[in-house]
């Protein structure tokens, strides 16, 4: 049992090119998310899921785009990246949207874009 | 929104237990408390939850006042590797399952 896993860790950008970041769990969840990490400023909301095939806008939603095509995998597109995208991305996932619920969150991924 | 407050960073001797507070005066009446910590480098993890009552688990213990504006983080016996960013975090009950991480406290563990 892997938990929440991410691909890659580390990656660098030239400013306008695009990638896909990966997010794999196999603890059947239904619900997934991804959040930026800046310094100072705490974790924020990007996009989530709720299931296989939706997904939604969370707090800081523009210049990235999500897919759930399967249960288990989660992916965060750049499509032309933006110096302004350099963060720690971190992917989590949770069973259900209930109050007690806890995010099983991945190690994440290292984004830097020149 | 019930945002929340935490000092910027604590120091604890280790073995010492480690009182972590957090303010979340504007908590709405079904919205819980949730604890998590960040290891440097690593992604964060979840340590406690509750909604009134004082909770413990194998990590640590949740003290909740009674008019829930605040609580408290208590590790009874911190160590090395307690050392983290542990945020205090408060669940908006409407919006769709969404956490506010906000800076959280920098707990230095010291031998």
């Known amino acids: 049992n892997a938990g929440v896993t991410q691909t890659p860790k580390f990656r660098v950008l030239k400013t306008g090119q695009s990638m896909t970041l990966l997010c794999a769990q196999d603890?059947?969840?239904?619900?997934m998310y991804w959040y930026r990490q800046d310094p100072g400023m705490g974790l924020r909301l990007i996009h989530y899921?709720?299931?296989?095939?939706?997904?939604a806008k969370g707090e800081v939603p523009d210049g990235y785009n999500v897919s759930r095509l399967k249960k288990q995998n989660f992916l965060l597109g750049l499509e032309s990246a933006a110096p302004s995208q350099t963060s720690v991305y971190f992917c989590?996932?949770?069973?259900?949207?209930?109050?007690?619920?806890?995010?099983?969150f991945g190690p994440g991924t290292r984004l830097l874009v020149l | 929104d019930a945002k929340t407050t935490q000092p910027t960073s604590m120091d604890c001797a280790e073995g010492r237990a480690a009182n972590l507070p957090c303010n979340h005066s504007t908590i709405s009446g079904n919205e819980y408390v949730y604890w998590y910590r960040q290891i440097h480098s690593q992604g964060p993890q979840y340590i406690i939850h509750?909604?009134?009552n004082n909770e413990t688990n194998e990590m640590a213990s949740l003290i909740i006042t009674e008019d829930r504006k605040s609580s408290t983080l208590i590790l009874p016996h911190a160590t090395l590797r307690d050392t983290a960013v542990y945020y205090c975090?408060?669940?908006?009950?409407?919006?769709?399952?969404?956490?506010?991480f906000g800076s959280g406290t920098k707990l230095n563990v010291k031998p």
């Open positions: 989590a996932s949770s069973y259900s949207w209930q109050l007690q619920e806890t995010q099983y």
């Open positions: 509750g909604l009134k």
């Open positions: 603890m059947n969840h239904e619900y």
């Open positions: 975090i408060v669940r908006v009950a409407n919006d769709f399952n969404k956490f506010y």
């Open positions: 899921s709720v299931g296989e095939g939706t997904t």
